[in-house]
């Protein structure tokens, strides 16, 4: 028995020695290298007075792929050799050659619009339909002259007249087993066009519909001919490589003319030229330095999509590479480091391009352990200058308004954040430790 109390007793004094538990602690030393400072107002502003400049991020996120490179023009172009001329003595009168009355041929562009019975009695457009650009229900007729149908498929409509076109579309649904009650109509004519310009109001692009487009209606539209000396005009027609020209005089005197059939890709030009060679050359070199003009300006087009694309995809890879080794740990970043009675000890990195607070580093993680954790014993240890001078920034968050300082105190690179334990979570500790002593202790006395 006198061995079993002996026993006990050295193991208690042993416990008491601090030789079973040791508690890491946070004092003060006399000779001035360790500091413990109270978090305050003015010991938080002369803490963030420390020079510190957060890490960067690499200026390839702050650049765009359009920021450099303009697209050109087509440069000089050859000076026109042609010249118009004034006051003919007399207009030669070249008129077209008939074009036959013929039934609408969808092409390509036009817009068609579906339309089937609905089960309250009124007409409405077949789901899934795309919307034309004037925000009608429609399809449109695709550079191959099909249109694309949800549940049908393709169904081919170029070259084809109305009427075609709906037999198309009647033998597609019923061989989709879709109910071919419907509605066939265009809604927008695209591929068949005249261009109205010169001496008019308003140079047009007039569409061909479902009715034949004549000289006057042409004409009309663009606002009628708007000549200072209408007896010197003519109204010229280039087609299919020839000139043809009627007199502004001899057109408004016979109506046959002004009813003159035009067909697509007509140009109606009205100006004062009474020379027909002339007239046709220069109406040649205009079209030709319109056409180099704009085929320079896609191509220039294309070069700065092309250059754009690259730019962007080299941006894309150092960006990319740039995050490959910050998930490998390979870019210099700076750290606060996490101990004592957090959530999640380890370390917390330091933002790119702002200020991180003892509040984002202790809260990224959790924060501290309330059980085991003493809210009054929370400190930031930061070293100075000198390798073994430290100053260790005391928070007691015993009042939970304290905390408020905790979002003031700016973080520094190698700032270590150390939460203390409890007094009862010190003494738990520390019989956790001595129980099994006793136990082995007491059965070695019995032997």
Known sequence: ????????????????????????????????????????????????????????????????????????????????????????????????????????????????????????????????????????????????????????????????????AENAVFQSLVENQIDPSFSLEISEFNSKRVSVGGAVAQPIIAPITLTSLTLDQALSAAGGINSKDMDFATVRIYRGGELYQIPLSEYLRRGDLQKTRL??????????????????????????????????????????????????????????????????????????????????????????????????????GGGFNTNTGDPSQIYVLRGTGHVDQVTAYHLDARNVVNLVRATKLQMRPNDIIFVAEQPVTRWNRVVQQIVPSLITAGVAAVR
């Open 1 to 164: 028995m006198f061995r079993t109390v002996l026993t006990i007793c050295a193991i208690l004094a042993v416990s008491g020695c601090g030789a079973a538990y040791i508690s890491p602690d946070v004092a003060a030393k006399e000779d001035g290298s360790v500091q413990v400072v109270p978090l305050s107002a003015a010991t938080i502003s002369t803490a963030n007075r420390s020079r510190y400049r957060p890490k960067q991020i690499p200026a390839v996120f702050f650049q765009n792929a359009g920021g450099a490179g303009s697209l050109r023009g087509a440069g000089a172009l050859p000076e026109p050799v042609q010249e118009r001329q004034r006051r003919p003595v007399a207009l030669e009168t070249r008129i077209p050659p008939a074009v036959p009355q013929a039934p609408y041929e969808i092409g390509v562009g036009d817009v068609v619009l579906l339309a089937t019975k609905s089960g309250r009695g009124t007409v409405e457009q077949l789901s899934g339909l795309l919307a034309a650009q004037n925000s009608r229900q429609g399809y449109t007729v695709q550079d191959d002259g099909a249109i694309a149908i949800p549940d049908v498929g393709r169904i081919q409509l170029a070259g084809l007249t109305l009427q075609d």
């Open 263 to 364: 067909i697509a890709g007509d140009s109606v030009f009205v100006d004062t030229e009474f020379q027909l060679e002339k007239a046709q050359a220069y109406f040649a070199e205009q079209i030709t330095l319109a056409q180099v003009r704009q085929s320079s300006r896609v191509q220039a087009l294309n070069e700065l999509q092309a250059e754009v694309a690259l730019r962007r995809a080299s941006l894309n890879e150092a960006r990319s590479n740039f995050q490959a080794l910050e998930a490998l740990d390979a870019v210099n970043r700076d750290y606060v480091y996490l101990s004592g009675e957090v959530n999640q000890p380890g370390r917390f990195k330091l933002p790119f391009e702002r200020q991180a607070t003892l509040a984002d580093a202790l809260y990224e």
